[in-house]
């Protein structure tokens, strides 16, 4: 009997794009910040850099997002009652998420294919619920969603990737993983055990000091071929 096909995706920049949702929602808390008392370390230009290599570290799984927000306020001189800053990011992260968030224009169509064909899929995500799974509804997405911060551990850490073999219930040599960043995503994945596709959508250099991916697509159109085969010679 043929071993079950199941496909994972990331969320960000794989089925859809939040158009820097949480870089937004951190500038908005900076504001608050200042108002009570604390301060900005640099230019608004400077603060994005900042920011975005916050989330950065923060998605390829070094600390979770209720961390990075309770550092940022701790570094720009806000001492007490940090906790309740990563609540209100959250909350704003949520209010502004309609607006921001915008699917992949293949992603419904991809999901539609791999459903008619039998294929299992989940989301595995390093963020948080419910955010991830409004982004993944929004972009047509309707099985599981695991976020990191309720499975307890994170991209690339492989027992990440063995929560979602055993939601699909399938062999990790027959769970295909699809996401956009090398180290969190590819080399993750394929530490995992799993078969690993890059979704290099902006036609980027892979890394020169991680192992070139097995596979790559610009597509999730292209990665139903890809699938596809699969299956035919499982």
């Known amino acids: 009997m043929t071993a079950a096909i199941g496909v994972g995706f990331d969320i960000d920049h794989t089925i859809a794009i939040d158009n820097k949702l949480e870089r937004v929602a951190l500038l908005r808390l900076l504001e608050q910040v200042v108002e009570a ?3 900005s370390i640099g230019s608004l230009e400077e603060e994005i850099v900042r920011i975005d ?45 309609g607006e921001f968030v915008v699917p992949r224009t293949d992603a419904r169509s991809a999901f539609a294919a791999l459903r008619e064909r039998g294929v299992r899929m989940a989301v595995l995500s390093n963020g948080w619920n419910p955010l991830q799974t409004f982004k993944a509804r929004r972009a ?5 969603v695991l976020a990191s911060a309720e499975i307890g551990v994170q991209k ?5 990737f063995a929560a979602l073999t055993a939601q699909l219930q399938t062999p990790p040599a027959q ?15 394929r530490d995992a055990g799993l078969r690993a596709v890059w979704l290099n959508a902006d036609r980027a250099k892979f890394p020169d000091d991680l192992a070139a991916p097995e596979f790559a697509v610009e597509s999730l159109g292209a990665l139903i071929e890809l699938v596809i085969a699969a299956k035919i010679i499982a």
């Open 53 to 97: 290599d916050l989330l950065a570290r923060q998605r390829r799984g070094q600390f979770t997002i209720d961390a990075a927000v309770e550092h940022f306020v701790r570094e720009r001189g806000i001492a007490e009652g940090v906790a309740a800053y990563a609540v209100r990011f959250r909350s704003m992260t949520l209010d502004m998420a």
């Open 175 to 189: 769970t295909w993983y699809v996401g956009d960043d090398p180290r969190a995503d590819v080399e993750g994945a």
């Open 140 to 144: 047509g997405f309707e099985g599981t």
């Open 156 to 160: 690339p850490d492989s027992r990440a």
């Open 37 to 39: 008392g604390g301060h």
